[in-house]
């Protein structure tokens, strides 16, 4: 009978380990990534409370793009416009706008607000991150949230040339048309929504 070198018989288990960490650890879409703090990755993870894609929520893998997707789709038109412009750039460097949340309905932002308030603790501090249905910039379709790192980064040095420009520099994937911008450049950020006084109406 041939004898089986010992090295063998000790990479193979290692060899099984390795493969079972790395679908233990496979990577989610990054399209869905969030940051820890948003409270999207709440709603997203759980359960949406009948509400769908009617009402804003968007589907992994979606695109500035995805006219099929309504929280694209029913984005302000100018918005809509720039991002798509800046989207067809940002492709010539190999990036990609990944959209996680666009327009979204009354319903679906009381949703977030609630979701927040039970992760923060009081409604004061869910403020810094979700707005009201009646101050939010997603409920009239004039705010996108981009998923990558590699598109909000791109749009931090070429945005402003398309008007887009991010608001809050706790939200990093947030970002609003301000078409001055183009020849002025974006306006200072506010610390988080606390501070814009849009959300004190």
């Not at 979701?115 to 249905?133: C, F, H, L």
Request: aromatic share 6%; proline share 6%.
């Amino acid at each position: 009978m041939k004898r089986i070198p010992r090295r063998l018989i000790v990479v193979g288990p290692a060899a099984v380990l390795a493969v079972i960490t790395a679908a233990l650890c496979y990577e989610l879409p990054k399209s869905s990534s969030f940051s820890a703090a948003s409270p999207l990755s709440v709603l997203r993870r759980g359960d949406h409370g009948g509400l769908g894609e009617a009402d804003g929520a968007v589907p992994d893998g979606a695109t500035v793009f995805d006219d099929s997707v309504p929280g694209v789709a029913r984005l302000d038109p100018g918005l809509l416009k720039a991002l798509r412009e800046a989207a067809t750039a940002a492709a010539d460097d190999g990036i990609t706008f990944y959209v996680n949340s666009g327009r979204r309905s009354a319903a679906y932002q009381n949703r977030l607000l609630r979701e927040a308030i039970a992760k923060y603790g009081s409604a004061a501090e869910a403020a810094r991150w979700v707005a009201t249905a009646a101050t939010s910039p997603h409920v009239s379709g004039d705010a996108v949230d981009l998923g990558h790192t590699d598109a909000t980064n791109w749009l931090s040095g070429h945005g402003a040339a398309y008007g887009l420009c991010r608001i809050y520099r706790n939200e990093p994937w947030h970002y609003e048309l301000r078409a001055h911008a183009i020849d002025h450049g974006c306006p200072r950020m506010y610390a988080d929504p606390t501070q814009d006084p849009r959300m004190r109406q």
